[in-house]
C-alpha cells in the first residue's frame, strides 16, 4: 500500500529531511516513482497552491514546502529519469529588464516546478534577447514574465514583441504576472494569460498540457 | 458643462470638460483627494458620492477616478485636513547668526512640514505641516514617477512648488514679515527632482540613476518662490535621500556609531561604523500608512490608533476620540499585537477563524491585511538587521534612532512583538520624531552643519539589498511572528 497521503502532508509541512527519505522508502518497496510524483509531490505541491491562494498560509509556508519538494526531486529524479518520465513540458521565468524583483518569480517558479514542468530560471533584469534565446534552445512551451514596478511593466510587452520578430511567438504560450499587472494589461499588450498568485499562475501553465 | 463640488460647507460651481473624470475635475480644482494607485481603479481610496442624473437625488458612491462627470450633477468630497509629524528631536547645533527668517522645509511623499526659523539666534518660531497634494498622482514614489513620465512632470512640480509659496505667505502673514531670506528643503531624492523639475525616470528602473544628488543652492525666483535663496540639500542615492542625510545630521549619527532608521512607506536606513558609512533602503509599501489596507487610513481624526487585548476582546482608541472610521499604521501595529496576544492568528500570521476580526464597529482586519503588514515588518527588520551586520555593528552595542511619524506614535513594545523592530536593540532605542525637518533647520542654521552633510552625502556607500542573498533569507524568516506557535 503505497504512502501518497503521508508523501503529500510531509511535503505541505516542509520536512523536507523525512520526506526524501519517505519517497527513498517507497522507491525502494518498489512503488512506481511516476505515482510517487503525481500522487504524492504534485498532488500536495497543489495543495499547497490552493491555501496560499486563499491566504491560508503564507510565502514562508511555500518556500518551505518548496525546498521540502526539491530535497524529494533529488531522491526522484534518478528513478523518473530510468523509468523514462520526462517532462510534460518546459517553461521559462524572468523577472524583466529593469526590474530585481524575485521572490514573486521564485515562487511562481517553485509552484510550476511542482506540477511536473522543467523551468528554465533567466533571474533578474532580464533582456528581451535572453528570452528569445532560452526559448530557441530550450524549445519552450511556455514563457513567465514578472515585472513589480509600473515603471518596468512596459517591457514584457518589449519582450512579447521581440518573440514576435523572432519568429516564435506563435510556439510559446506568454504569462504576465506582478502586483501592477492586471488583465486588461495583459490582453492589451497581447499576453496569453495573467494570473494574479502564484498557485493560479501554476494552474494555468499546466492547464496548456492537459 | 458645469458641474457642482460640494465640500463641507463649501459649494462651488466649475467648468469641465466633457469626458472628464471627477478626480480630475476636483485635482484641477484644488481638491486633494488621496488616490493612491494613481487613478487606475484598484486602491478606491478616492471614494465620492455623486448625485442628480443617473445617480438619483439621493446619489451613490463612486470611485472618483473612474467615473465620468455629467452636466449638472453633484459631487460630494469629505474634507481631507493635512496631519503629519512635525516634532523632532535634534542635537543642539552651533547658529551662524545670520540676519533675518528661514523656512526649513521636508517634503515628504505623504506630508510636507514647515518650520518657520529666525536665523540671528536658531529659535523656532512656528511649525505646520500639510499633506502633499501630488497624493492625486499617486501615493508612492513610483507612481509619481510613472505620473511624470506620462507628461504630469510639469504638473507635480507645480503642484509641490505652490504648496511651499503658499507657506511661505502664510508664515509671512501670520508674523507680519517683510521677507523670507531662505528656504532649505530637504526630501526623499525623488521629491526633490520633482520639486527642482528635474528628470526622474532614471528613479524609476534598474540601475536607479537619479538626475542629480548633489547640494544646490538656487535664487528663489529660479523656482517661482518668493524667498533669497533655495538650499537643496544633498542626496546619497535614488532611494536614500537629503531627509535621511538631514536626520543624520540631527541626530548626530554621523559623529558616533549607530543606526538611524525612518520608518514610512520605506524603510531608510543609515548605518555608521568607525570609518564605514553605509545606508540602504527597502520598500515596505505604503501599507503601514494604511493604503493597502482594507479599513486602513492615514492618521487623520477617527482613525484607530492604539487597540489592545483585553478580556477576550479588543479595546481601540481614536485619533480625535471619535467614532472609529478606519486604521492607522500605529493602530495596526497594536492591532496584529493584540490578535496574537488572543490567539486570533497564529505566528504564521494565518486566523484561527474565519478571515477577518472585527475592531470595532464597522472596522475590521482581513487575512489579506494581515499579509501586507507580514511582509511591510519584515522589509523593515530584516533592513536593519543585515545593514547592522554590513556595517560590522553589534547590534547590542550601538544605539538605534527611529524617526518618522509612525515610529513616534506606535507602541515600541509591540513593534517589537510584531517583528516590525529587531528584538536584539532592546536597550538603546530613541525615538526622534521628524528628524529630518530638524535636521534640515540646523543645516540651515549652520555652514558647518550644511558641510557635515554634504561630507556624509559625499562619502556614505549604498548597499543594495534587493540582490542580497542574506536579505532575502531574512526577510522571510522575519515574516512570520517569532515565539508564537
Same mark, same amino acid.
Given at each position: 500500500m503505497a504512502r501518497f497521503d503521508e508523501i503529500s502532508a510531509l511535503l505541505q509541512r516542509g520536512k523536507a529531511k523525512d520526506l526524501a527519505a519517505l519517497v527513498t522508502e517507497e522507491l525502494a518497496a518498489g512503488v512506481a516513482p511516476k505515482d510517487i510524483l503525481t500522487e504524492g509531490l504534485i498532488a500536495g505541491m497543489s495543495i499547497v497552491g490552493t491555501k496560499f491562494k486563499n491566504n491560508e498560509i503564507f510565502v514562508p509556508e511555500v518556500l518551505i514546502a518548496a525546498r521540502a519538494m526539491n530535497a524529494a526531486l533529488a531522491v526522484l529524479k534518478p528513478a523518473l529519469a530510468d523509468s523514462g518520465v520526462e517532462p510534460v513540458g518546459t517553461a521559462v521565468i524572468c523577472t524583466v529588464k529593469g526590474d530585481l524583483h524575485d521572490i514573486g518569480k521564485n515562487l511562481v517558479k517553485m509552484m510550476i516546478e511542482g506540477t511536473g514542468i522543467r523551468v528554465v530560471d533567466l533571474g533578474v533584469d532580464c533582456s528581451a534577447e535572453k528570452v528569445v534565446n532560452a526559448v530557441v534552445e530550450n524549445n519552450a512551451d511556455i514563457v513567465c514574465l514578472s515585472a513589480l514596478l509600473t515603471t518596468t511593466m512596459m517591457y514584457q510587452k518589449d519582450i512579447i514583441d521581440a518573440l514576435k520578430a523572432a519568429g516564435v511567438r506563435d510556439r510559446v504560450k506568454v504569462m504576465v504576472g506582478g502586483a501592477p499587472v492586471t488583465q486588461a494589461f495583459a490582453d492589451e499588450i497581447g499576453a496569453d494569460a495573467y494570473t494574479p498568485d502564484a498557485a493560479s499562475a501554476a494552474e494555468k501553465a499546466r492547464s496548456y498540457f492537459n | 458643462m458645469q458641474i457642482k463640488i460640494v465640500s463641507g460647507a463649501d459649494v462651488r460651481t466649475v467648468e469641465c470638460g466633457e469626458g472628464e473624470s471627477f478626480l480630475s475635475i476636483l485635482r484641477a480644482n484644488g481638491y486633494d483627494l488621496p488616490a493612491g494607485c494613481g487613478g487606475r481603479g484598484t486602491c478606491g481610496k478616492c471614494r465620492v458620492r455623486v448625485m442628480g442624473g443617473p445617480y438619483g437625488a439621493k446619489g451613490q458612491e463612486v470611485l472618483a477616478c473612474q467615473t465620468t462627470a455629467m452636466n449638472g450633477c453633484t459631487v460630494v468630497v469629505e474634507r481631507y485636513e493635512g496631519g503629519g509629524l512635525i516634532e523632532g528631536t535634534a542635537a543642539p547645533a552651533e547658529t551662524d547668526g545670520e540676519a533675518g527668517f528661514g523656512i526649513a522645509i521636508d517634503i515628504g511623499t505623504t506630508t510636507l512640514a514647515f518650520s518657520l526659523v529666525s $536665523?540671528?539666534? +536658531?529659535?523656532?518660531?512656528s511649525r505646520f505641516a500639510t499633506l502633499? %497634494?501630488?497624493? !492625486?498622482? +499617486?501615493?508612492?514614489v513610483i507612481s509619481r514617477i510613472v505620473s511624470a513620465e506620462e507628461g504630469n512632470a510639469a504638473r507635480l512640480a507645480q503642484c509641490v512648488r505652490a504648496q511651499v509659496e503658499e507657506a511661505i505667505g502664510r508664515f509671512r502673514a501670520q508674523y507680519d $514679515? %517683510? !521677507?523670507? %531670506?531662505k528656504a532649505a528643503v530637504c526630501g526623499n531624492t525623488t521629491m526633490l527632482h520633482l520639486f527642482c523639475g528635474e528628470d526622474v525616470s532614471g528613479i524609476g528602473r534598474y540601475p536607479f540613476r537619479p538626475a542629480f544628488t548633489e547640494y544646490r543652492s538656487l535664487a528663489g525666483h529660479e523656482l517661482g518662490l518668493s524667498v533669497e535663496e533655495i538650499q537643496v540639500l544633498p542626496c546619497v542615492s535614488a532611494f536614500v535621500g537629503a531627509d535621511i542625510v538631514a536626520g543624520c545630521i540631527a541626530t548626530g549619527v554621523d559623529r558616533k556609531d549607530g543606526i538611524l532608521a525612518d520608518i514610512g512607506t520605506n524603510g531608510e536606513m543609515f548605518a555608521h561604523a568607525g570609518d564605514r558609512w553605509m545606508c540602504t533602503s527597502t520598500a515596505a509599501g505604503p501599507c503601514l500608512e494604511g493604503a493597502t489596507i482594507e479599513c486602513g487610513l492615514g492618521g487623520v481624526p477617527g482613525a484607530i490608533d492604539s487597540v489592545r487585548w483585553k478580556g477576550g476582546k479588543t479595546e481601540v482608541t481614536t485619533i480625535g476620540g471619535g467614532k472609529p472610521r478606519g486604521i492607522c499604521g500605529a493602530g495596526l501595529v497594536d492591532a496584529i499585537a493584540a490578535l496574537l496576544d488572543g490567539g486570533i492568528i497564529d505566528g504564521t500570521g494565518a486566523f484561527l477563524k474565519g478571515d477577518r476580526f472585527l475592531l470595532a464597529e464597522g472596522i475590521f482586519l482581513t487575512q489579506k491585511d494581515v499579509r501586507s503588514f507580514q511582509l511591510a515588518k519584515s522589509a523593515i527588520c530584516a533592513g536593519i538587521r543585515v545593514l547592522t551586520e554590513r556595517a560590522g555593528l553589534s547590534a547590542k552595542l550601538v544605539p538605534l534612532w527611529i524617526a518618522g511619524g509612525l515610529g513616534y506614535y506606535w507602541n515600541a513594545d509591540n513593534a517589537r512583538k510584531v517583528g516590525l523592530l529587531p528584538s536584539e536593540n532592546a536597550g538603546g532605542q530613541h525615538v526622534v520624531g521628524n528628524a529630518a525637518l530638524a535636521g534640515t533647520q540646523a543645516c540651515m542654521l549652520s555652514r558647518a552643519a550644511l558641510q557635515r552633510a554634504c561630507a556624509l552625502a559625499a562619502r556614505t556607500e549604498y548597499l543594495d539589498l534587493s540582490a542580497d542573498e542574506a536579505f532575502m533569507n531574512e526577510y522571510i524568516q522575519n515574516m512570520q511572528f517569532e515565539g508564537y506557535e
Open positions: - | $536665523l540671528s539666534d +536658531g529659535k523656532t518660531i502633499n %497634494r501630488q497624493q !492625486s498622482f +499617486g501615493a508612492d $514679515l %517683510r !521677507s523670507v %531670506r
